[in-house]
């Protein structure tokens, strides 16, 4: 079956510099969540997508934007970016309902900041 | 989302049950139960949910008492590969998921 694909898998920047995570959903499946996991943390909710449109927001900074594109994949935009933000990054995709709402989870990106 | 408590750390032997579980004491009646796990550095894993009745699944079973705010996830035989860090999450709708401190199961040979 198909699974949720991230790209890359890692990504190595420098401090200040811009970086571009990818997530390709399964299809049909019409919400796209984005997590971070920070270094003996657990995941964060960051940023949500139902049809294209932003449907809640967590705790993403400022220098982070997101869209989801008419084909249902989403991008997670990172700006000057800091050495904090070295985690690992997690998209997530369903079909949600009220009453089932399973999240599948792609195998995450590893941003490095140096 | 009702806030949800867990202990930090379990262990289980191999073969046996392992019973986690979780405080919900402030879930509202729209609020379901929800169970994934997390294998060192994967994505989340999906592993059951419920509202009132108690669910079984190939996984796992989920017990949700009668006022719920208390639930148990029973995996009935544990092996090696469910070492893994187990979250509850009380959550309505699609929204999206809060992973509290959640509970490191450790799977004993």
């Known amino acids: 079956a198909a699974g949720v694909i991230q790209s890359p898998r890692h990504l190595i920047k420098e401090k200040r510099e811009t970086a571009t995570l990818k997530c390709y959903p399964i299809?049909?499946?019409?919400?796209v969540y984005w997590y971070q996991q920070g270094p003996g943390q657990d995941p964060q909710f960051l940023i949500s997508?139902?049809?294209?449109?932003?449907?809640d927001k967590g705790s993403i900074p400022d220098r982070f934007s997101a869209q989801q594109f008419s084909d249902y994949h989403s991008e997670l935009n990172m700006s000057s970016l800091e050495l904090g933000d070295s985690a690992l990054y997690f998209c997530?995709?369903?079909?949600?309902?009220?009453?089932?709402?399973?999240?599948?989870f792609g195998p995450g990106t590893r941003l490095t900041v140096l | 989302d009702a806030k949800t408590t867990q202990p930090t750390s379990m262990d289980c032997a191999e073969g046996r049950a392992a019973n986690l579980p979780c405080n919900h004491s402030t879930i509202s009646g729209n609020e379901y139960v929800y169970w994934y796990r997390q294998i060192h550095s994967q994505g989340p894993q999906y592993i059951i949910h419920g509202l009132k009745n108690n669910e079984t699944n190939e996984m796992a079973s989920l017990i949700i008492t009668e006022d719920r705010k208390s639930s148990t996830l029973i995996l009935p035989h544990a092996t090696l590969r469910d070492t893994a860090v187990y979250y509850c999450i009380a959550l309505t709708g699609a929204n999206n998921l809060f992973f509290g401190t959640g509970t490191r199961l450790t799977v004993i040979p």
């Open positions: 997530a995709s369903s079909t949600g309902t009220f009453a089932y709402n399973e999240q599948f």
């Open positions: 299809p049909r499946h019409d919400t």
């Open positions: 997508f139902y049809e294209k449109m932003q449907s």
